[in-house]
């Protein structure tokens, strides 16, 4: 079984300053993990995914995650926010061969000028 | 279209109607995905494609949620007698073999059922 904890449901950040994002997975097997994000009444778009290579990830916008497995964490950043960062990001676990997401609850970012 | 696309965008429906949802997936793409999000919630799995095939429909909730993919391209979701908890967006995605994960998912169906 596998399982995604997203800790924070809200996270309000001030532009320019750093963005965190936590994620704390569950698998029985190796984990693929990934980020997307969610903009308001849209689908969501793949950030970037952790697929067994290196450990750090990096993604698109500016993005990246680095994987510890000593942790089981997939922590997304992004050194300086924009205000077209406020998105929801949801953060998701898949097995190895398998094609079925876990995702997490989801975490809403807030991008104050 | 150049990504994937659904209908309708919202649909409002009576408790007990039976409801039909569209998926173009992205042309030539062997996978497609179907997932539900509550309000307020991360997507949750429902089924899974690949070509005309349903591979997995562990994720559908009851026996009267329906898909398929006939051709191996459109899909369509169908519920049937519909109950207030089937209120969700429905989303679809698709990928272009076995093994990758979506890219982008569709703009989803915003069902609400009254």
């Known amino acids: ?113 | 279209g150049a990504g994937v696309s659904q209908s309708p965008r919202y649909k409002v429906a009576k408790r007990g109607q039976d409801v039909a949802l569209r998926c173009d997936p992205i042309s030539g793409h062997v996978s497609l995905f179907w997932y539900q999000q509550a309000l307020g919630q991360g997507p949750e799995f429902l089924t899974y494609f690949q070509n005309e095939a349903q591979l997995d429909k562990s994720g559908l909730p009851s026996d009267r949620f329906f898909a398929e993919r006939p051709e191996g391209s459109v899909s369509t979701l169908k519920i049937q007698r519909t109950q207030q908890e089937d209120s969700a967006v429905y989303l679809c995605a698709s990928s272009p073999n076995r093994v990758e994960q979506p890219q982008h998912f569709g703009d989803g169906t915003r069902l609400s059922i009254l």
């Open chain 1, 1 to 113: 079984a596998q399982s995604v904890t997203q800790l924070g449901s809200h996270v309000s950040v001030s532009e320019g300053a750093l963005v965190l994002l936590r994620c704390n997975y569950s698998s029985s097997v190796p984990p693929y993990l990934f980020w997307y994000v969610q903009y308001p009444n849209q689908g969501l778009q793949l950030l970037l995914k952790y697929t067994s290579a290196a450990t750090l990830v990096k993604g698109i916008n500016g993005f990246e995650a680095e994987f510890k497995k000593s942790e089981t964490s997939f922590h997304l950043t992004k050194p300086s926010a924009h205000m077209s960062d406020a998105a929801e990001y949801f953060c998701a676990v898949g097995g190895a061969a398998g094609n079925k997401l876990t995702f997490g609850g989801g975490t809403r970012v807030l991008v104050k000028p």
